[in-house]
């Protein structure tokens, strides 16, 4: 199995640029979680879905910002429009069942300048 | 909300000796916890994954121990390597779903 595929790997942007993240998670794998990491606040959950479901958006920033899932083997998180705080490492992780070992993609470096 | 609290920060170790690295949390009513490995620059490699109901979990030279009680818990890894030199991460699952992570402890093993 490939693990958990994102893309792209690193993105550089202006700020007020749509930002489109991509993810596709570990085939059989029903969970999706969208984290983002920065030296600040560490590792911090920002969406969760099962069954292609949202199931908890509590740790979304804004309402700049954005997830869907539309089959269970694609997601996307979407930034609009991104400033500079917004510069870190997104991961998304997949699982069989949301209790389960979670599995991380190599995450993507956002700068946004 | 759980608070994870990983100690030391960072540890420097020559190359053979065991590595003891610490974890705690403040809620004890927990799913499991996963011990991750992190490389710069790169994703979350899962090292180990104790449910509450363990004590412990052995993998290789890697040993975690649980005491759900005191909110604690340990990763060993034995006959350190400059290759395990990396950031060592702690999540605590308080739900069935939503992991909580320390800040990490960055290991160096000194060949």
């Known amino acids: 199995d490939a693990g958990v595929i994102q893309s792209p790997r690193h993105e550089v942007t202006e700020m007020g640029q749509e930002v489109t993240l991509r993810c596709k998670p570990i085939s059989g794998h029903n969970s999706l979680f969208w984290y983002r990491q920065t030296m600040m606040r560490g590792l911090e959950l920002l969406i969760y879905f099962n069954n292609n479901v949202p199931i908890d958006d509590s740790g979304m920033p804004e309402d700049r910002f954005s997830a869907k899932m539309p089959n269970a083997s694609f997601s996307t998180l979407k930034i609009q429009p991104s400033e500079p705080r917004d510069s870190a490492v997104y991961f998304c992780?997949?699982?069989?069942?949301?209790?389960?070992?979670?599995?991380f993609g190599p995450g993507t470096r956002l700068t946004v300048l | 909300k759980q608070e994870v609290t990983q100690i030391p920060a960072a540890l420097s170790v020559p190359e053979g000796e065991n590595l003891v690295l610490n974890c705690s949390f403040t809620?004890?009513?927990?799913?499991?916890l996963q011990w991750f490995r992190q490389d710069p620059g790169k994703g979350l490699t899962s090292l180990l994954l104790i449910q509450s109901s363990q004590r412990e979990q052995t993998s290789g030279r890697l040993n975690a121990s649980l005491d759900k009680s005191s909110g604690r818990s340990t990763l060993y890894i034995a006959a350190s390597q400059p290759g395990d030199s990396a950031t060592y991460l702690c999540a605590v699952k308080a739900n069935d779903y939503k992991l909580s992570f320390g800040a990490g402890t960055t290991v160096t093993v000194r060949a």
């Open positions: 809620d004890s009513a927990i799913y499991n």
């Open positions: 992780a997949s699982s069989t069942g949301p209790a389960n070992e979670q599995f």
